[in-house]
């Protein structure tokens, strides 16, 4: 079994990238990535700690949720989750993030790459309420590059047919995977009670 140790390595296998590949990359956003970002409601964000173990966190909500403050900044709201704190955790020492913006239907998606700070400035995350909610706090990002990305991996998958969709009933609950992963105490009646309370009341 050969395991890749070089970079010449890859490139003997996958060749150089087109001159279009890599100049398609840009140092701040413009026209067709601000409209991109204002329609997404999903964005996927990439962080490792200072052991450079890596975590990948989604940040969902209405279309444009992602606030862009300049042709070079972002700010995405934290909203209420499991108070791991993973990703807030993550930028406190190692700032470098990957992120991956998603639209339903289309097929290309954007990445932006940069460095992320977290902030509780009440000025920049009153922007953020909704439901009459401010998030308790935001991610920063000053923008390194970004590109859009083919959408060969969406058209593989057939992501977004409609066809293709797993029913909730044919997946276990949430309630049952944590209670039969754990195995600490309650039935799992009573952990899907509480999943579908926090579903519903704890959104923001």
Known sequence: MEIIETFDRIREIYGAPTERAVKKQLPRLEKHSRA??????????????????CDASP????????????????LIPDRLGNNRADTIG???????????????????????????????????LQSCVVQGKVPRSGILVTIDEVYF??????????????????????????????????????????????????YRTRLY
């Open 59 to 74: 940040k969902g909500d209405a279309p444009g949720f992602v606030r862009v403050l300049d042709d070079e900044t972002l």
């Open 149 to 198: 990305h083919c959408g060969k991996a969406l058209i593989r998958s057939d992501l977004w047919n409609p066809d293709k969709r797993v029913a909730q009933s044919d997946f276990p609950s949430l309630g049952r995977i944590i209670t039969e992963q754990i195995g600490e105490g309650g039935s799992v009646e009573e952990a899907e009670r509480y999943t579908a309370e926090s």
């Open 36 to 53: 991109f970002i204002a329609l997404s409601p999903i964005v996927v964000i990439a962080s490792a700690d200072p052991n450079g173990r």
């Open 90 to 124: 993550n930028l406190l020492s190692h700032p470098g993030v990957g992120l991956l913006f998603f639209v339903p239907g289309l097929r290309e998606t954007l990445r932006v790459n940069g460095r992320a700070r977290v902030t509780t400035d009440p000025a920049l």
